[in-house]
C-alpha cells in the first residue's frame, strides 16, 4: 500500500484532525493523552524522546512508547529531536509501527537543547535538516513531520518551510515565535508568519502558539477538581506514570487556586506517591467548595482573572509593558554577600536547612592560594608552591623531594618509625626477605 502524502493523509490517517494535543516533555504521557481524547482532543503527540537514547537503551524504549500501546490513543504521532540523520532513521524505524507519523523537533528552544544541538538550534542547518527529512521520508513506511519556530523574518520562515516541505515534509506545525521567546521573554506568538507560511506551502499546516480559546458563542469550563480527579482515574488506570509528570499536571491544574493557598502547594510539591497526590487535590477541592458555599465566587475573584480560580481556564503571562517588563523579565538579581536566607537561590536554601551552619557569604569563605601552575589550591606546605598533583610532576621530573606532602624521588622514602630508619637490617629482617624472595 503506497503511503499517503500531504492532505491524503492528513484526511484519511488523521481523520481531519483539528484539535491537538502538542507534544510536551514529560507532560504529554498516554494517560493524559487519553484524557485530552476524552475532551474532544482527536490527534496527540508522544512526549519528545532523544532518538540516540532510543536507539541504544531497550527499557527508554519500552517506558516510553511500547508500554504505551493503547487502541484508544491513536491517532498518534511519535517525535524525536535529532541531529543525525542515520540515527534519526534507526530511531524512527523502531517507533514507525507503534504510530502514524514519524515527528522531527525543530523547535524547542531551552538550553537542553542548546547543548544537545537539537530542536530550533538546528534551523540554520539547511543543508543537514533536508538529508534528515529526505531519508526518512525515503526509508519509513509512515510519513515523516516537522515541528519549527520562526525566525524574526517572514520571508526567510517561508523559504525555511518550503525546504522543509520539498525534502519530504509531509504535515508542519508552526509555532509562531522566535527562538529566543521563552521563558518570561515569550511574548506574543506571531499568527501573522504561520499565515504565510499556510499560504506559501502545499502541506497540511498546524498552528501553535497563543491558543486559549475557542472562537465560539459559548463555552462551558469544569471545575477543576473534576479534570483533576478524572486524570488521577486514568493515571490509576494505565500503570505505570511517572510521579514527577503527575505531579507537574497537576500543579498546573490547580495554578489559580495554588496561588491563594500555598500552604498545599508545599504539600503537592512534598507527596511522596499517588495516593499523597490525590489527598492534596482531595483537600483542594474542599476548600475551593467550601468558598462557593461562602458566596467568595463573586465577592473575591481576582481581577486578572476571567472566571473564578477552581474554573478551568488558561495561564496567561503578564503583558510586558514598560513597568511590568523590569519585574517580570529581568533575571533573578544576585545574591547578596551576607547571604540572607531571603536572597539565597532555592538550592542554597535547601542547603542550608540541612546543614544550618553553612556559609555562603563570599567575604567569609576561606581564601586558597592558589597552585602556580593549574590554578587549583595549593598545597599549604608544599616547597614549590604547587597543588599535589603539580608537585609530584616537579619532583619527579627535577628528581626532587617535597617532604611536607610526601613526596620523594631523590632519594629513598623514610620509613614511617623512626626508630626503624637509618639501623642495618637484623636477623629477622633478613629472615622475612628471605621468606618473601621470590623462586
Not at 525515503?138 to 520571508?155: A, D, G, Q
Request: with cysteine; aromatic share 8%.
Amino acid at each position: 500500500m503506497a503511503k499517503l502524502q500531504g492532505f491524503d493523509f492528513w484526511n484519511n490517517t488523521l481523520k481531519a484532525a483539528r484539535f491537538v494535543v502538542a507534544p510536551m516533555v514529560d507532560q504529554s504521557e498516554l494517560a493524559w493523552r487519553l484524557l485530552s481524547r476524552r475532551h474532544g482532543a482527536q490527534l496527540c503527540y508522544t512526549p519528545m524522546l532523544h532518538a540516540q537514547v532510543f536507539v541504544r537503551d531497550a527499557n527508554y524504549r519500552r517506558e516510553n512508547l511500547y508500554n504505551e500501546v493503547c487502541e484508544e490513543d491513536r491517532p498518534l504521532i511519535t517525535q524525536f529531536c535529532a541531529n543525525d540523520p542515520e540515527v534519526f532513521l534507526e530511531a524512527a524505524l523502531l517507533a514507525q509501527d507503534y504510530c502514524d507519523a514519524i515527528d522531527l523537533n525543530l523547535g524547542c528552544p531551552q538550553m537542553i537543547a542548546k547543548r544537545g544541538h537539537y530542536g530550533v538550534f538546528l534551523q540554520d542547518e539547511w543543508e543537514l535538516l533536508e538529508k534528515m527529512i529526505r531519508l526518512a521520508n525515503e526509508k519509513l513506511s509512515v510519513p515523516i513531520t516537522c515541528k519549527i519556530r520562526v525566525f524574526k523574518e517572514i520571508e526567510k520562515t517561508v523559504c525555511y518551510a518550503q525546504m522543509l516541505e520539498k525534502a519530504g515534509c509531509q504535515l508542519l506545525t508552526v509555532h509562531g515565535r522566535t527562538k529566543d521567546q521563552k521563558g518570561a521573554m515569550t511574548g506574543i506568538a506571531s499568527w501573522e508568519h504561520i499565515k504565510a507560511v499556510r499560504k506559501a506551502v502545499n502541506i497540511p499546516v498546524f498552528a501553535n502558539g497563543n491558543i486559549q480559546h475557542l472562537r465560539v458563542q459559548g463555552v462551558m469550563s469544569p471545575p477543576v477538581w473534576e479534570m483533576a480527579e478524572e486524570y488521577l482515574e486514568v493515571v490509576k488506570q494505565y500503570p505505570p506514570c511517572t510521579l514527577s509528570y503527575v505531579r507537574a499536571h497537576l500543579f498546573k491544574l490547580w495554578h489559580h487556586t495554588l496561588q491563594i493557598h500555598q500552604d498545599l502547594r508545599e504539600e503537592l510539591a512534598k507527596a511522596k506517591n499517588l495516593e499523597g497526590l490525590a489527598d492534596v487535590s482531595k483537600k483542594l477541592r474542599l476548600r475551593c467548595q467550601e468558598e462557593i458555599a461562602k458566596g467568595k465566587d463573586v465577592e473575591e475573584r481576582e481581577d486578572s482573572l476571567p472566571f473564578p480560580h477552581w474554573i478551568c481556564q488558561p495561564y496567561v503571562r503578564p503583558v510586558q509593558g514598560s513597568e511590568v517588563k523590569k519585574t517580570v523579565c529581568q533575571k533573578r538579581a544576585l545574591e547578596d554577600s551576607d547571604g540572607s536566607p531571603d536572597t539565597l537561590s532555592k538550592n542554597k536554601q535547601k542547603k542550608r536547612s540541612r546543614n544550618p551552619n553553612k556559609n555562603f557569604c563570599p567575604e567569609q569563605k576561606p581564601k586558597y592560594i592558589k597552585c602556580e601552575q593549574c590554578g587549583n589550591p595549593k598545597g599549604n606546605k608544599c616547597v614549590f608552591n604547587l597543588c599535589r598533583g603539580c608537585c609530584k610532576k616537579k619532583a619527579y621530573k627535577e628528581v626532587a623531594d617535597c617532604p611536607n606532602l610526601g613526596v620523594f624521588f631523590s632519594k629513598k622514602r623514610p620509613h614511617p618509625d623512626p626508630h626503624v630508619q637509618g639501623k642495618p637490617p637484623n636477623d629477622i629482617t633478613r629472615a622475612s626477605a628471605a621468606v618473601v624472595k621470590p623462586n
